[in-house]
């Protein structure tokens, strides 16, 4: 057994899971060198929500992060999450515009692109790993870890030699609700190990309590690489913390190799910033206890959290056992996806209005229809026709990729925000968060203008930099 591998979620998921993805650039720059020396198998610092939150919350240009943190990070693997067919965004997008944001990504400093799908739906990842494999970057495909009668090791196996069928270099099972427990995730483990010849890599989360030994079961079992985070940010619905996961293996076959003491040093720069988040409010310390729900619910603990506040705005908290029971239905139904953004929130939705109003599927949201027509891509289990038709009425099912019918829409979207570029990346950022995009555009003119010492006043010292 080679020695576990390990990848740093500090700088993306741990935040994310966390602070709503709040650390800035100018908080991660300072302990950049120190962790540089580490030795990690990557540093995951990229995509997910990153993107979104520089645009939105932090007035921080996506693509100058990344070049950053190339910079800064000169000897590791920057890693970076992306939503397949989706991009980083909330549609999918045809594929010169899914190609072109691989490209930029791999040219701005990426190494590692985890692709997944909401509904492991290979064929929603295809052009991603094509491009990403031509940009030569390791292309890992990560397969949505969910329960459920047909979500068996079987059905991970099959899905997974797909995936190496398809030419990614390794996969990592993500387990974004935090559902695995030791001995299935052991079992799973083996299993994939039996099926595939290219490395498994773990992603789970704190918030069952279980990650830790999850972890240690899983590299028993024969996995190459974990991702855990910094221990000021980890725990809760962040990750198993990087010097305890380093600590329990050193000393044995499975032995990281990395230096407890230097983590030591990079721990206490985090417990600095972890104090200053939850002095403003930003990090609540509710979001570092064990919730074992999702165990009981089989419901992702950001999913809890949204079917209560939908029952409190309509007045009808005491229904919320009731919705409990609808979801698993309102999931069948739907052909059992898996319980991550975005069908987590459309199953949760309709199963609140079919409570709420008494009838079941009396009122049917956008999006579930969206999901039973096939607008999002094949479901894991076929959807009954009857019920199909009772949702969608005459409309013709989609049975192609999705991405299928829509036409190249790179040129579109370049003339709608010329006015804006003024770097080639910029219609990647329009592409996928449009308004909020260009208000980040906007802001980014005001203060060049404001540099500008032929607009600005000269006698203040200010000149461009």
């Known amino acids: 057994m080679a020695k576990v591998k390990i990848t740093e979620t500090v700088l993306r998921d741990a935040h994310q899971s966390l602070i709503a993805t709040r650390m800035t650039m100018d908080e991660m720059r300072p302990i950049l060198p120190l962790m540089d020396k580490v030795g990690y198998h990557s540093i995951e610092c990229w995509g997910g929500a990153t993107f979104d939150s520089c645009l939105r919350f932090l007035n921080e240009d996506p693509w100058e992060r990344l070049r950053i943190l190339r910079k800064e990070l000169p000897n590791s693997k920057l890693q970076m999450l992306f939503r397949g067919q989706n991009m980083l965004g909330y549609r999918h997008y045809a594929d010169d515009v899914v190609e072109y944001f691989v490209q930029k990504s791999v040219a701005n400093g990426i190494d590692i692109i985890r692709i997944f799908d909401a509904l492991n739906d290979i064929r929603n990842l295809d052009t991603a790993i094509r491009a990403a494999k031509k940009e030569g970057a390791h292309t890992q495909v990560a397969m949505s870890f969910t329960l459920g009668e047909v979500f068996t090791d079987q059905y991970y196996v099959d899905y997974a ?18 559902l695995l427990t030791p001995y299935r995730t052991e079992k799973l483990v083996k299993a994939l190990k039996a099926s595939v010849n290219i490395p498994i890599q773990l992603h789970t989360h704190y918030t069952s309590g279980l990650a830790s030994m999850c972890m240690l079961k899983g590299i028993e079992a024969g996995v190459d690489v974990i991702d855990t985070a910094m221990s000021p940010l980890a725990l809760g619905t962040s990750h198993a913390p990087t010097e305890s996961m380093v600590a329990a293996l050193q000393g044995t076959e499975y032995d990281t190799g990395l230096d407890l003491v230097l983590l030591t040093q990079i721990r206490e720069y985090f417990m600095k910033l972890r104090k200053k988040y939850i002095d403003s409010g930003l990090l609540d310390p509710k979001m570092l206890a064990v919730d074992a729900n999702a165990l009981i619910y089989q419901v992702p603990g950001g999913m809890l959290s949204n079917l209560l506040s939908q029952l409190k705005q309509a007045g009808k908290e005491d229904k919320l056992e009731e919705v409990l029971k609808e979801v698993p239905r309102v999931r069948k139904d739907a052909g059992y996806p898996p319980l991550v953004t975005p069908s987590s929130q459309i199953v949760g939705t309709q199963a609140v209005f079919n409570v709420i109003l008494g009838e079941r599927y009396k009122t049917v949201t956008k999006e579930f229809k969206g999901i039973i027509k096939g607008e999002y891509g094949q479901t894991p289990v076929p959807i009954d026709p009857a019920f199909r038709k009772k949702i969608i009425g005459n409309e013709t ?69």
């Open 397 to 465: 099912p989609i049975e192609c990729r999705p991405a299928d019918r829509l036409a190249p829409e790179l040129d579109k979207l370049r003339a709608e925000c010329s006015e804006w570029i003024e770097q080639e990346e910029d219609v990647l950022s329009y592409a996928q968060f449009g308004q909020v995009a260009v208000k980040f555009f906007e802001k980014r003119r005001d203060a060049k203008f404001a540099l500008d010492p032929k607009h600005g006043d000269s006698a203040s010292g200010v000149h461009p930099v």
């Open 161 to 178: 030699k797909k995936i190496q069928d398809a030419g990614a270099d390794s996969i990592c099972i993500k387990d974004m609700a935090a």
